[in-house]
């Protein structure tokens, strides 16, 4: 098992940028592919970025369009999110989360739907004034 602890979200003028965190326990973590995914209230959660377990591939949602960026540092068990060019609309609540890569998917498989992640952090707000 994995436990998920995300941090450093807050208030930032449109066009700001934030660095989220999402820290793991365990020994295991380079075992594990990991996602960003983001909620608003009324709304499902929406995947936002994803990586493999050895960080060399992953994935972003068309609204990222290059303005965040997805990395792992596994000797430190740790994800991190770069939110850049900020926009009112990203203010959400922002989750990291983990799956245990399957043995058939590979080292650089990764997932984009939330029901394929069955470790969630606690998530770390994030809000963007107009």
């Known amino acids: 098992q994995v436990q998920l602890v995300a941090f450093g979200g807050g208030l930032v003028q449109t066009g700001g940028s934030l660095k989220l965190s999402c820290v793991a326990s365990?020994?295991?973590?380079?075992?594990?592919?990991m996602g960003w995914f983001r909620q608003t209230p009324g709304n499902e959660r929406e995947f936002v970025s994803a990586i493999s377990r050895n960080g060399e591939s992953t994935a972003d949602a068309d609204f990222v369009k290059g303005r965040f960026t997805i990395s792992r540092d596994n000797a430190k068990n740790t994800v991190y999110l770069q939110v850049s060019a900020l926009k009112p609309e990203d203010s959400a609540l922002y989750y990291c989360?983990?799956?245990?890569?399957?043995?058939?998917?590979?080292?650089?498989?990764?997932?984009?739907?939330?029901?394929?992640?069955?470790?969630w952090g606690q998530g770390t707000q994030v809000t963007v004034s107009s």
């Open positions: 989360a983990a799956r245990m890569t399957e043995p058939f998917d590979g080292s650089s498989f990764y997932y984009t739907s939330w029901h394929q992640y069955g470790y």
């Open positions: 365990g020994r295991a973590f380079r075992n594990y592919a």
